[in-house]
């Protein structure tokens, strides 16, 4: 397992649909293939363990109509 994979709990808004929780995964597969992603859609949370940043990922998720935050703590 590499050194800098990380966990990281993301707000993403606009998820409205199951097929919008599939998009936000596939977004974060294209940044990071062996990415593990959990979508929690009612309360608008993605819980993601990865090698990619969290920018990255929000920027991603922002480009595919998603409105993506970290979230601390």
């Known amino acids: 397992?590499?050194?800098t994979r990380a966990d990281?709990?993301?707000r993403v808004e606009g998820m409205t649909c199951d097929?919008?929780?599939a998009a936000v995964t596939r977004t974060v597969?294209?940044?990071d293939p062996g990415a593990e992603v959990q979508v929690d859609r009612?309360?608008?949370q993605?819980?993601?363990r990865?090698?990619?940043q969290a920018l990255a990922i929000a920027d991603?998720?922002?480009k595919a109509g998603y409105t993506a935050t970290a979230m601390t703590g």
């Open 1 to 3: 397992m590499d050194a």
């Open 19 to 21: 097929g919008c929780a």
């Open 29 to 31: 597969k294209r940044l």
């Open 42 to 44: 009612p309360a608008g």
């Open 8 to 10: 990281l709990l993301m």
């Open 60 to 62: 991603a998720l922002t």
């Open 50 to 52: 990865t090698d990619a």
């Open 46 to 48: 993605v819980a993601i």
